[in-house]
T-cell receptor
Framework: GEDVEQSLFLSVREGDSSVINCTYTDSSSTYLYWYKQEPGAGLQLLTYIFSNMDMKQDQRLTVLLNKKDKHLSLRIADTQTGDSAIYFCAENRRSSNTGKLIFGQGTTLQVKP | EAGVAQSPRYKIIEKRQSVAFWCNPISGHATLYWYQQILGQGPKLLIQFQNNGVVDDSQLPKDRFSAERLKGVDSTLKIQPAKLEDSAVYLC???????????????FGPGTRLTVT
């Protein structure tokens, strides 16, 4: 299909790990991104991964990339209430010679104290 | 460093009226993007500028939407006339890089929430 797809909602308890999943469409996408959106705010780039990598770790964040299955995941360790937000994955397709990003519909992460 | 500025933050209009949004990107950023984010969906690119030239406007409904970026800095997005389905958040983003590069860090403004009644 043409769409980047994500599950819509995830609820975890504070201190647990969160895993947000995404499937993308273009196997030749060069970069894949994770953005965070808090209520009433714009999108903030959390992390990204280059397509020749299968894992990237950045403090509490771990990104896993499975190119064969076109599957991307974001793991947040020790999830805090401040992590409650909407998380978007996005791909930059090789067919686009510009910075155009294709976003998923977003996963709402709810962190319960 | 100041972020991407947008105004107004909120706008309520009736259908068939006109509306304009303004964006001031981060100083020195050559590329400017306008996205439409309908409630419950991810942002969708409407138009992309490189300096004051249009790079991609393939998803801009040109019968009612227009955008310009005079002097390659500020940009305005206009809707005339508005329809109910235009209710959305309009996000402006900017990036430092040029087309042809592969990594694009886009910095987003807070958005303008448009309600068409």
């Amino acid at each position: 299909g043409e769409d980047v797809e994500q599950s819509l909602f995830l609820s975890v308890r504070e201190g647990d790990s969160s895993v947000i999943n995404c499937t993308y469409t273009d196997s030749s996408s060069t970069y894949l991104y994770w953005y965070k959106q808090e209520p009433g705010a714009g999108l903030q780039l959390l992390t990204y991964i280059f397509s020749n990598m299968d894992m990237k770790q950045d403090q509490r964040l771990t990104v896993l990339l499975n190119k064969k299955d076109k599957h991307l995941s974001l793991r947040i360790a020790d999830t805090q209430t401040g992590d409650s937000a909407i998380y978007f994955c996005a791909e930059n397709r090789r067919s686009s010679n510009t910075g155009k990003l294709i976003f998923g519909q977003g996963t709402t992460l709810q962190v319960k104290p | 460093e100041a972020g991407v500025a947008q105004s107004p933050r909120y706008k309520i209009i009736e259908k068939r009226q006109s509306v304009a949004f303004w964006c001031n990107p981060i100083s020195g950023h050559a590329t400017l993007y306008w996205y439409q984010q309908i409630l419950g969906q991810g942002p969708k690119l409407l138009i992309q500028f490189q300096n004051n030239g249009v790079v991609d406007d393939s998803q801009l409904p040109k019968d009612r939407f227009s955008a310009e970026r005079l002097k390659g800095v500020d940009s305005t997005l206009k809707i005339q006339p508005a329809k109910l389905e235009d209710s959305a958040v309009y996000l402006c983003a900017s990036s430092l890089d040029n087309p042809g590069q592969r990594f694009y860090e886009q910095y987003f403004g807070p958005g303008t929430r448009l309600t068409v009644t």
